[in-house]
């Protein structure tokens, strides 16, 4: 029996993928490049290269990486291999949305916990994000801040110690993220109540989010953040 949504202080949150559309954001801005040199290009296999490209051994912090990324994608894609493109799409994230539902449901969630963001991005990008989404958070760690990205424990033992500073515990925390490889089964792994926003959830396969080594039944499942503000708001009814 997973614990009450109300037995929390804290939500932490996984912010690429699942508050900030960045599967649209990517797709967005390769097809520009991509009309602007006159072809198009598959969104779905574009965030398949991507996800290849991204998740290898030489691999750079987020966003800065989306230079390199696009340089070793951009041949099989049809896209002309330059630099400032790729530039470009790293300096895309500034302009990266929140999904439909993500403000709203930040803003209501808090009212009633303390809101924490856990970012593999970088502090710079992470600056946008958190302005999108109406500046909800009560924390937020980049990788800046850990030196270390998730599903890395260290990242989450960085967080436990904030939350211990802070006179509670990691069982004060629920966890809410897309991200099967870089959140649902490592928290699970740690000790944390999950929460799995499965954005996919009317799409096939993982997009631009590596795939698990094995799937993780999450504490509790959403398809959205209004789901889960839905929820919190019936609980507490």
């Not at 965030?47 to 989306?66: H, K, N, Q, T």
């Not at 600056?127 to 270390?148: I, V, W």
Request: with cysteine; hydrophobic share 40%; charged share 25%.
């Amino acid at each position: 029996m997973s614990k009450s949504l109300l037995g929390f202080k804290y939500m932490t949150f996984d912010v690429v993928g699942t508050l900030i559309d960045f599967e649209g954001g990517l797709k967005a801005c390769l097809a520009e490049i991509a009309a602007e040199t006159g072809i198009e290009i598959d969104g779905e296999r574009a965030l398949s290269l991507y996800r290849e490209a991204r998740y290898s051994g030489d691999a750079d912090l987020f966003p800065d990486d989306l230079v390199r990324v696009y340089l070793t994608i951009a041949p099989t894609l049809g896209l002309p291999a330059d630099r400032k493109y790729g530039e470009r799409l790293r300096d895309s994230a500034k302009n990266w949305k929140g999904f439909a539902d993500s403000t709203a449901a930040l803003a209501s969630l808090a009212k009633n916990y303390r809101l924490v963001a856990m970012t593999n991005a970088r502090r710079w990008a992470f600056a946008f994000f958190e302005k999108e989404l109406g500046n909800p958070f009560y924390a937020a760690f980049t990788a800046d801040d850990t030196g270390t990205e998730k599903p890395d424990p260290a990242f989450f033992e960085t967080v436990f110690a904030y939350i211990a500073s802070e006179g509670h515990s990691k069982d004060d925390i629920l966890h809410v993220a897309q991200s099967q490889h870089h959140d649902i089964g490592i928290s699970r792994k740690l000790g944390l109540t999950n929460c799995w926003i499965e954005r996919r959830h009317d799409q096939k396969g993982y997009g631009g989010t590596i795939e698990p080594a094995e799937f993780t039944t999450p504490d509790y499942h959403f398809t959205s953040m209004a789901g889960l503000s839905a929820a919190v708001a019936a609980a507490r009814a």
